[in-house]
């Protein structure tokens, strides 16, 4: 079993930063063998993938944050985070963060003023 709590949410202005946090708990054999991945659903919207990456630390992006996001994760402290750079309020949604596409955390909301 695999626990997910994620952190780091919260309200900005356009332009700004945030990271995401994303803590894993329980199987740590199967939390560092997964892929991890970091997913938000905006109001009225369906979960979307934001990007994610393997345990060989290979990284996949939404075209709407390439160049803007970087996910990364470390092993050590069972850890994936998520660098929000230059947000647009386009980005507000609820993330989450997921393992394996089949434990996820409640979610963090991130909301972007314009």
């Known amino acids: 079993q695999v626990q997910l709590v994620e952190s780091g949410g919260g309200l900005v202005q356009a332009g700004e930063s945030l990271t995401l946090s994303c803590a894993a708990s329980?199987?740590?054999?199967?939390?560092?063998?997964?892929?991890m991945g970091w997913y938000r659903q905006a109001p009225g919207k369906q979960r979307e993938l934001v990007a994610d990456?393997?345990?060989?630390?290979?990284?996949e992006y939404a075209d709407s944050v390439k160049g803007r996001f970087t996910i990364s994760r470390d092993n050590a402290k069972n850890t994936v985070f998520l660098q929000m750079n230059s947000l647009k309020p386009e980005d507000t949604a609820v993330y989450y963060c997921?393992?394996?596409?089949?434990?996820w955390g409640q979610g963090t909301q991130v909301t972007v003023s314009s």
């Open positions: 990456i393997t345990s060989a630390h290979v990284t």
């Open positions: 329980g199987n740590i054999f199967v939390i560092n063998a997964s892929p």
């Open positions: 997921s393992a394996r596409r089949l434990y």
